[in-house]
């Protein structure tokens, strides 16, 4: 491996990333802004609910293969085929369970409110594509991002044609409901042969590389559930306190705020790779190259953050209309939690190469658990712009402050603190 972090493969691995996610994120915008507007803040609302529903469930299905994978591959290239033959089998039995929670969770939590039922369980389908999905991880243990990005970009135009027409057509919101599946499948099924046409090894079974895998990402699956309460916890609990509308508001907020994090998605998933190796190599070398991650996605965010602060008012108005006014004031607060939640990424790859999953549940948890008491707090008083402060002290919370407060973790704070420092910037910019 060259000796600078930032050697052309890396950047070229990354650069693909961004530039499918680019075009992916332009559609996207595009095409979610028109639904947004077709559907209004209600039925939009409803979406987002079904969405959060199974963003709940995620976490379990995944079984926490998504933050080990990688590393596994890379440490072992020989069992990649097992390794992954098992991750899979293991996550589409899992989906399978979460398809029936989400349905049974729907049916008890909306009795007599058919329409959100039946969207909740069209949506929960996209599951069993996503635990297909894992296979993109050998694309990125291997630096061939680019070919997952191509996947990616056809997959995500063909399912915004698929959504045009559906505006076009004027169907109703369950046509919507299973658009994300379509995503998903094309995904995974072109992955899956493109794994085989360059030079994958064959899928296969192992209770013992299964039993191993799940020894180390167990201690992801509460993490992650906890991530997933704080994350969509707003967005259920305004729906069940306040309106479909204010569900609708918040998320087209938070849609605002999330509309670049692609670049910080690629940033981190291209990057993860050459820091695992750097951990085999020397302390100092990981440690540096932790620093200056944090230091990109520091700078980045802030420079996001400020833009979006002044523009909301003009962004909400361009993106989703009048409709959706009520979003600005919650997008200003929504876009600086984002910067926490990055952190919070670029924390657990330490977490993960320095082997101490075990304490991310004390850490989750308890963001869980202040995001649930803050949300019961603020939404009755300050409704969406409440959940949005909500989110924000959590986020800033779990990534930061309980970093302190758990010691074996504390040294992870003094690499953030370090990659903050400007001199580091000009020290990224001379490479």
């Avoid at 916890?233 to 087209?252: E, N, P, R, V």
Wanted: one cysteine or more; glycine letters at 4%.
């Amino acid at each position: 491996m060259n000796n600078s972090f930032f050697n052309n493969k890396i950047i070229k691995n990354a650069s693909w990333i961004v530039i499918g996610k680019v075009f992916q994120s332009l559609l996207g915008l595009i095409v979610n802004m028109l639904t947004a507007r077709y559907l209004g803040p209600s039925n939009y609302g409803i979406i987002n609910y079904a969405a959060s529903l199974v963003a709940f469930v995620a976490p379990i299905m995944n079984l926490g293969f998504s933050n080990v994978l990688v590393q596994e591959i890379i440490l072992d290239k020989k069992k990649e085929g097992v390794v992954l033959g098992s991750s899979i089998l293991l996550s589409l039995l899992s989906a399978v369970a979460c398809i029936i929670g989400v349905i049974i969770t729907a049916y008890f939590l909306n009795s007599g409110e058919k329409e959100t039922i039946i969207v909740c369980s069209l949506y929960s389908i996209l599951l069993i594509f996503q635990a297909a999905d894992l296979i993109q991880y050998w694309f990125q243990a291997n630096y061939l991002s680019k070919y997952s990005s191509i996947v990616s970009l056809i997959a995500y135009a063909f399912v915004a044609v698929y959504k045009v027409i559906l505006l076009l057509s004027k169907r109703n919101i369950y046509w919507f409901a299973i658009s994300n599946t379509l995503d998903y499948m094309l995904i995974s099924v072109f992955l899956i042969i493109l794994y085989y046409k360059l030079g994958g090894c064959n899928l296969s079974f192992s209770w013992e590389t299964a039993k191993s895998l799940f020894s180390k990402s167990k201690h992801y699956i509460v993490s992650s559930l906890m991530v997933t309460i704080f994350a969509q916890t707003d967005k259920i609990m305004l729906k069940l306190m306040i309106s479909d509308a204010a569900t609708g508001h918040y998320a087209a907020a938070v849609s605002c705020a999330s509309v670049t994090s692609f670049v910080f998605s690629a940033i981190i998933d291209s990057f993860r790779p050459a820091i695992f190796e750097s951990k085999k190599e020397s302390e100092e070398k990981f440690n540096r190259n932790m620093s200056r991650l944090y230091c990109v996605i520091f700078y980045l965010s802030l420079f996001q953050c400020i833009g979006i602060t002044i523009l909301a008012e003009i962004i909400i108005r361009i993106l989703y209309g009048n409709a959706y006014i009520q979003s600005v004031n919650a997008l200003r607060v929504i876009v600086w939690y984002t910067t926490y939640a990055y952190f919070g990424s670029v924390r657990n790859i330490w977490i993960l190469a320095e082997n101490k999953q075990k304490y991310l549940w004390i850490i989750n948890l308890s963001g869980a658990i202040l995001n649930i008491l803050l949300n019961l707090s603020l939404i009755p008083i300050c409704g969406i712009v409440g959940a949005a402060i909500a989110s924000l002290i959590t986020q800033f919370f779990t990534n930061v402050i309980v970093n302190y407060l758990i010691k074996p973790i504390r040294y992870n704070n003094v690499l953030m603190l370090n990659g903050l420092k400007p001199r580091l910037v000009l020290d990224l910019l001379k490479k």
